[in-house]
T-cell receptor, first 115, second 114 residues
Framework: DQQVKQNSPSLSVQEGRISILNCDYTNSMFDYFLWYKKYPAEGPTFLISISSIKDKNEDGRFTVFLNKSAKHLSLHIVPSQPGDSAVYFCAASPTGWNAGNMLTFGGGTRLMVKP | ETGVTQSPTHLIKTRGQQVTLRCSSQSGHNTVSWYQQALGQGPQFIFQYYREEENGRGNFPPRFSGLQFPNYSSELNVNALELDDSALYLC?????????????FGPGTRLTVT
């Protein structure tokens, strides 16, 4: 039973346009969410996170939106750049003392940004 | 600030053998988590170590075991290797009680079991 799902295995966008990556979760205990980016032959790199007390968090070109009632979050990248081409993973965690150290990941979405 | 490092980079083992993978945490971090990433899938949580004790475990059998040392480095041991153990093994470090839940990953060890 996948508790975190990324239903789009791949996404292709034009340079300069917006990339929207989606993630759904089922476990109501999750209240902290993270996005990681992964290049081939490298470990996942932390990108941005959001707590369930917020519905939006922004960091430069990256914005994460959380719809807690729908158990859905999305990552927006504006404008998209060719260097953003990578696999993006959504991850979720419960919070509380040390509870947050077990991340549950989605299956990933491969983003391709075309010049 | 030193990032998370893992060794070896690649490893080939035969079914039934045992393997030890190593991880050095990012400086200042006191918690280490291990993940298994099969091809085409997201990382799956194996276990976490805090203060040299296992502090959470995913759905992995007991032949997956680990250690954390006083300097917060860690080992993952897998006994009686099976073909399905072929995967990328990722180590991640974090700081418990930091108020955030970000984990910082190493580059991984690619294990192939033949």
């Amino acid at each position: 039973d996948q508790q975190v799902k990324q239903n789009s295995p791949s996404l292709s966008v034009q340079e300069g346009r917006i990339s929207i990556l989606n993630c759904d979760y089922t476990n109501s205990m999750f209240d902290y969410f993270l996005w990681y980016k992964k290049y081939p032959a490298e470990g996942p790199t932390f990108l941005i996170s959001i707590s369930s007390i917020k519905d939006k968090n922004e960091d430069g070109r990256f914005t994460v939106f959380l719809n807690k009632s729908a158990k859905h979050l999305s990552l927006h990248i504006v404008p998209s750049q060719p260097g953003d081409s990578a696999v993006y993973f959504c991850a979720a965690s419960p919070t509380g003392w040390n509870a947050g150290n077990m991340l549950t990941f989605g299956g990933g979405t491969r983003l391709m940004v075309k010049p | 600030e030193t990032g998370v490092t893992q060794s070896p980079t690649h490893l080939i083992k035969t079914r039934g053998q045992q393997v030890t993978l190593r991880c050095s945490s990012q400086s200042g971090h006191n918690t280490v988590s291990w993940y298994q990433q099969a091809l085409g899938q997201g990382p799956q949580f194996i276990f976490q170590y805090y203060r040299e004790e296992e502090n959470g475990r995913g759905n992995f059998p007991p032949r997956f075991s680990g250690l954390q040392f006083p300097n917060y480095s860690s080992e993952l041991n897998v006994n009686a290797l099976e073909l399905d153990d072929s995967a990328l093994y990722l180590c991640a470090s974090s700081l418990a009680s930091s108020g955030t839940y970000e984990q910082y990953f190493g580059p991984g060890t690619r294990l192939t079991v033949t």
